[in-house]
């Protein structure tokens, strides 16, 4: 029996990942699962094993500590994080018990730097999920145009003061993890390669494996009822976009703006509806788009997410900086095509002209090419072979197996 754990910050939003992976590993004979998590969930959930209130606390001063010392432009560079205070899990009981610890979205004051090299001197095996660049860069969640993650992150563009810090955090990063039970999981095969060419992750495994999906909520729906249920017209054609944060600095809304105030110029068809779901203000989003919108708000649920996207004739995603996005996995699921620029994950699972349309990165009229092409072309969307359950699952017993052989 293999005693697997997961240690992350919550199951909302990105955190799914986890949980889902968990969920899996629980469904195999000759597995048992746990995850580990700084926040609890709002209802009591088995399996979910939740640090005390003190970890939640330190958490919150390890964040205004951050917001005071910081001092970078987090509009423009996104996140940036210090780990200065947080929980040391090296005894905790279901660590003590794992065989296999995957570490993943831990930072916000889950662990500190010295709390990852606690876990990984317990000799166990651990398996670092990139769920975005933050374990091979010197702070960064993602680095842009920046390659100093690949030397010494010396004199960190990002930072204002304290310049030498991303140095310092990349060197401690690598004496950690340049360890023989140190093992890297990259649900893209962008940030794989990004992984490899870093100072951080050369010398170690990484492996490339998608992101555990298996949801039965996200599937096609007959459109014309789809629409109805939504309250839309069955003749109207619905793109439709959403994120945690729309107007995060990774999620390129602004081309996203000017690639709809370009589309009536090639596209003639008048009624056309904008649904939107996500953290946004709808009259911010009805002064800067062109046609009627529907705005969603945001959805608790992955039933409310996939109506949304069966209701939908196209999802555009025009982010400049993503792993592998989960809503493309969801909206391909919906039989919806997905157009987005040609970076990060996004190629992985988009065939260009074929599930959806991939345009070049920036290029806004392209986008709105792409959307033309989807609506006009009826392009259906539908998920790669590679994002199959049975075969992620099979990448991660593979995986294990090999890295028990390595690290013994």
Known sequence: ????????????????????????????????????????????TPGLVVLPERSRFKAKVNNRLGNMFLDYDKSKFGLFSQPLIGTDVSKHPSVQKADVIYIHWVQMGVLTLGGFEKLVETGKQIIIFMHDMWAITGGCHNSFDCLGYQSDCKGCPILNRSKSLAARQLKWKESIFNRKNVFFVSPSRWLKSCAEESTIARNRPVHYIPNYFNSKAFVPKDKVLAKRQMGISPETKVIVFGAVNLLSPYKGFKYLEKALNHLPNIYQEEDVLILIFGSAEKEDMERRLPYNIKFLGYLGSEQEVAEAFQASDVFVIPSIMDNQPTVIVESLSCGVPVVGFEIGGIPDMVKHKANGYLAQVTDYQELAEGIKYCLEEQVTGYQLDNFGPAYVMELHNEMIDEQHAVSI
């Not at 910050?9 to 000759?30: C, D, M, N, V």
Request: overall charge neutral.
């Open 1 to 44: 029996m293999k005693r697997i754990l997961h240690i992350q910050f919550s199951s909302k939003s990105g955190g799914s990942a986890a949980w889902k992976l968990h969920e899996a590993f629980l469904a195999q004979p000759g597995f048992t699962s746990e995850v580990l998590s700084l926040h609890p969930n709002e209802q009591e």
